[in-house]
């Protein structure tokens, strides 16, 4: 069982639809990072949590401790979003990243 | 904004061949990892080092792999005899005293192993 996993998988959206990702963790975490990866293969941090919630722009980030639950929230989404975002949870001296979510905006 | 920077981008290299990838980690900071990425599949740990030593690596950082400072600002990647399955790309990231905070990713190296 991976100790970071994502829902969903892939996911397309409409322009201007409001998107959900979510990452569900099952070890000892100090931290957890949203990333982006585009095609190109780099890995940008969005965002980095140990509890509640942070506002980007368009992004929302939130995290439960207690649940081991993060969200990622994409508002009025745009083609420009379309990346794979991944969860990774900090675990001693590592990061452990989920599998990723493959997000694809249309026009 | 600080970056990390590593080089090559790309490279391809013969089976059995040693290559070195290299990764100039943001000047405050001080702990190191490297990662890598098979393609299609999830981003992976490979090992950190702090102090110029390594402090955790994973299952993957056999004996084939090692990490050096070599020059106390470059970070290097060594994998001794490449086999088929070393094709992936490798990340170097760092970040500095804060634990988790202000984790910076380059922009990786691709390695192909013919």
């Known amino acids: 069982k991976n100790e970071v996993e994502q829902s969903p998988q892939n996911l397309t959206a409409q322009e201007g639809e409001f998107i959900t990702i979510n990452c569900s963790y099952s070890?000892?975490?100090?931290?957890l990072h949203w990333l982006q990866q585009h095609p190109g293969g780099g890995i940008v941090s969005l965002f980095m949590l140990s509890s509640g919630k942070k506002k980007h722009g368009r992004l929302i980030a939130t995290i439960n401790i207690q649940e081991k639950h993060s969200s990622l929230h994409i508002t009025a989404s745009h083609p420009r979003d379309s990346a794979v975002y991944i969860c990774?949870?900090?675990?001693?001296?590592?990061?452990?990243f989920g599998t990723g979510t493959r997000l694809q905006v249309f026009p | 904004e600080p970056e990390v920077t590593q080089t090559p981008s790309h490279q391809v290299t013969q089976m059995g061949q040693e290559v070195i990838l290299r990764c100039v980690p943001i000047?405050?900071?001080?702990?190191f990892y490297w990662y890598r990425q098979i393609l299609g599949q999830k981003v992976e740990f490979l090992v950190s080092f702090y102090n110029n030593e390594i402090s955790e690596k994973s299952e993957i950082f056999d004996d084939q792999f090692s990490v050096e400072r070599p020059d106390g600002s470059n970070f290097t990647l060594k994998i001794r005899s490449t086999k088929l399955e070393d094709s992936a790309m490798y990340f170097c990231a760092t970040h500095g005293t804060g634990g988790a905070y202000g984790y910076t990713f380059g922009s990786g190296t691709r390695l192909t192993v013919v």
């Open positions: 070890v000892g975490i100090s931290a």
């Open positions: 000047s405050n900071h001080l702990y």
């Open positions: 990774a949870v900090y675990n001693t001296d590592k990061l452990i």
